[in-house]
């Protein structure tokens, strides 16, 4: 046999294994496999290969039907965060295999209730099923979409503007930051705002419904790092500058936001410039070396 099918075995093997393995076992599995983000680097294309992201959704699934009470559920949604990290095949999969769903059920089975109501495995659940969204939106348009429609950007928004409230339910007023660096929450907060910044990217409608509410703008700016970096123009995110603009667009906003995003199209502006002057140099060399001009 060899290394290659020796290794292609090895993965068959996990995975009819974990199919096979009652809920306590699957936990178990799931953490020697695919339980942090070093292992899913050195096999997670190989077990994406053997089907093992179908059969995560499946116990990520029975998680939910028993509300967490096994840890299999949780570790399969936290091991299909780390497969779609830098893997748009592991996306792909995800969302054939109807992965997409149980995911934003995670955070929809906390609707209303702020993060003072939630219960230690509720915050976990939001905090896995947050960092996932964001990995399985990363520039993956039809996911983008699929969750949007599936209701995760009013979900997000809501948590995010409205979380902090200490009464379940209190829509009152906006959340004006993100929670306090001692918040049990700022993780799931953090990651929330990551995920709605991806989704923006794009899904127009995302970036619209962010684009509405100066407060949700001020989120998504400090989780991305403020409004005030001082040295050379920092790349904004494509999802966040799209935000930016729609805002810009139909509002006025403050100065400060203003000065963001012109900070950001100096910063293209001069890339744009930059990648011209590599382009036409190797034009040049290309039609010297043509003419055999040294």
């Not at 190989?46 to 499946?58: D, H, M, N, Y």
């Not at 219960?119 to 996911?143: C, F, M, P, W, Y």
Request: charged share 25%; hydrophobic share 40%.
């Amino acid at each position: 046999m060899s290394g290659d099918d020796y290794h292609v075995d090895r993965y068959d093997r996990a995975v009819a294994k974990l199919k096979q393995a009652s809920d306590e076992e699957a936990a178990s599995l799931i953490a020697r496999h695919v339980g942090n983000m070093a292992l899913v680097r050195a096999d997670g294309k190989g077990l994406q290969e053997a089907g093992i992201i179908p059969e995560l959704v499946r116990r990520l699934k029975i998680g939910l039907s028993n509300n967490f009470q096994s840890e299999s559920g949780l570790l399969a949604c936290a091991a299909i965060r780390d497969l779609g990290c830098g893997s748009a095949a592991s996306r792909k999969a995800v969302r054939t295999a109807g992965g997409l769903v149980p995911i934003v059920e995670c955070i929809k089975r906390c609707r209303g209730m702020s993060w003072y109501d939630l219960s230690k495995e509720d915050l976990r659940g939001i905090t896995v099923a947050a960092g996932a969204i964001r990995n399985l939106a990363h520039g993956t348009r039809i996911n983008c979409e699929d969750f949007h429609h599936l209701g995760v950007t009013d979900e997000l928004k809501w948590r995010l503007l409205h979380g902090d409230s200490p009464n379940s339910g209190d829509v009152s007023g906006d959340n004006q930051h993100l929670p306090d660096s001692d918040s049990p929450w700022r993780e799931a907060a953090f990651r929330s705002a990551g995920a709605l910044i991806n989704i923006a990217e794009k899904c127009n409608d995302c970036a619209e419904a962010c684009a509405t509410n100066f407060r949700m703008i001020d989120i998504l700016v400090a989780s991305w790092g403020g409004k005030k970096k001082s040295g050379k123009a920092a790349l904004i995110h494509p999802g966040l500058h799209a935000i930016l603009k729609l805002a810009a667009s139909k509002y006025s906003l403050d100065s400060s936001l203003i000065d963001v995003l012109e900070r950001e199209e100096t910063r293209r502006k001069h890339a744009q410039e930059r990648e011209e002057l590599r382009k036409s140099n190797l034009l040049l060399v290309s039609a010297q070396r043509k003419l055999n001009i040294p």
